[in-house]
């Protein structure tokens, strides 16, 4: 009997979208599953902004041919001899990379920095398939009621949003805060999170016909602007005082926003970055 076969996009050269070809692939089996590793059926997996990157070939520990995606939620349907925490039936989500749990970092609680560990569509092959296989620390149970589309962006998209609003921003109640990227998927859960704490956000964009789409969101003003030049406008909605948090999301890439974000910040008031990529 020969070996069972999946469907999966399969990039087999960085470059544009033309190069993801939807093929018959192997598929893994279930009784080769490692000690630690689980069998996932593939239910919602999410386009991010990272996929495209490592499309372009801009991530070198992409191996080729490579099945990207890393925002994964679905079913497990086999586990491995040694798996302690899930079981036949669970619903999982992935959690970005698959940490190593030995080095200092994972030691110290910050998987979400390990260099020793393996990211989906990288070092192993991503969702964009029928199955995939992570080890167990690379996995989170999704709870009933929550959605397996809405379960697959949770540890990447909303939880950079988190990360980056409360941990790294501190954002409080009743402070002014400026989004830059504002409607990439990042932005538009910050401002929701923002809202959420009770502060009041100003949302930028580089295009006009997203301003709608932030309002919806929860923006209570959008700068709207194709040069990314927002300060001026930033201060004038803040009556000249400045806004008290900048979350940065557009990154490095950037200059101009970078040098807004600077002069559009009340005096000694703080600036948070966060970026969608590596």
């Not at 964009?205 to 030049?229: C, F, H, M, N, Y």
């Not at 000249?240 to 890439?253: K, M, N, P, S, Y």
Request: contains cysteine; charged residues 25%.
């Amino acid at each position: 009997m020969g070996q069972k076969t999946m469907r999966a996009v399969v990039m087999h050269e960085f470059g544009g979208p033309e190069n993801l070809r939807l093929e018959e692939v192997p598929a893994p089996e279930a009784s080769a599953l490692r000690q630690r590793e689980v069998l996932i059926k593939v239910r919602a997996v999410g386009v991010c902004y990272h996929d495209i990157i490592n499309r372009s070939g801009n991530l070198p520990r992409t191996k080729l041919p490579s099945i990207l995606g890393h925002e994964i939620a679905g079913e497990v349907v086999a586990i491995g001899p040694g798996v302690q925490d899930f079981r036949v039936g669970d619903r999982v989500a992935t959690i970005q990379r698959v940490h190593c749990g030995r080095c200092d970092l994972c030691r110290r609680g910050r998987t979400t920095l390990c260099k020793e560990g393996v990211f989906f569509g990288e070092e192993i092959p991503g969702g964009y398939a029928e199955y995939v296989v992570s080890e167990e620390q690379g996995l989170a149970r999704v709870p009933h009621g929550i959605a397996l589309e809405e379960a697959s962006i949770c540890a990447c998209t909303i939880g950079t949003a988190i990360h980056v609003a409360r941990t790294r921003g501190g954002v409080q109640l009743d402070e002014t805060v400026l989004i830059t990227g504002a409607s990439g998927g990042v932005g538009l859960h910050a401002i929701q999170i923002c809202r959420l704490i009770g502060a009041r956000v100003l949302a930028v964009t580089s295009s006009p016909q997203k301003e709608a789409r932030l309002k919806e969101a929860g923006a209570d003003e959008v700068i709207a602007t194709p040069s990314l030049k927002f300060a001026e406008a930033a201060r004038r909605l803040t009556a000249g005082r400045g806004v008290d948090v900048v979350l940065e999301i557009t990154g490095a890439r950037s200059v101009p926003s970078s040098h807004a974000s600077c002069r559009c910040r009340r005096r000694r008031g703080p600036t948070n970055s966060c970026t969608t990529a590596p």
